[in-house]
Nanobody, 117 residues
Framework: QVQVRESGGDLVQAGGSLRLSCVAS????????MGWYRQAPGNQRELVADITRGGEINYTDSAKGRFTISRDNAKNTVYLQMNSLKPEDTAVYYC???????????WGQGTQVTVSS
């Protein structure tokens, strides 16, 4: 069975950096796309960044210039390097793994990112 596991969330001061990692395991199939979403209390879950197997990348506007998404296809791993963190970035960050329309989408349990003023 597919497992999706995030790591790297922490408490940091404004202006600091974190690197999130997400590893997908338990499937022999290749991954079409991986991405990061976040959800703050009272807010909807929103896309932060995603990346296809071919390297196409999308960022939400607030992440552009501060966050960088990357992946290692051989390891089924996606990273999110977050710099210049702001209190507004505080949220639970979830990893989304897309195996394509025939094989489905899987989510991790989330990792907490807290940015203090």
């Amino acid at each position: 069975q597919v497992q999706v596991r995030e790591s790297g969330g922490d408490l940091v001061q404004a202006g600091g950096s974190l690197r999130l990692s997400c590893v997908a395991s338990g499937s022999i199939f290749s991954i079409n796309a991986m991405g990061w979403y976040r959800q703050a209390p009272g807010n909807q879950r929103e896309l932060v960044a995603d990346i296809t197997r071919g390297g196409e990348i999308n960022y939400t506007d607030s992440a552009k210039g501060r966050f960088t998404i990357s992946r290692d296809n051989a390891k089924n791993t996606v990273y999110l390097q977050m710099n210049s963190l702001k209190p507004e970035d505080t949220a639970v960050y979830y990893c989304k793994v897309d195996y394509g329309p025939r094989r489905g989408i899987y989510w991790g349990q989330g990792t907490q990112v807290t940015v203090s003023s």
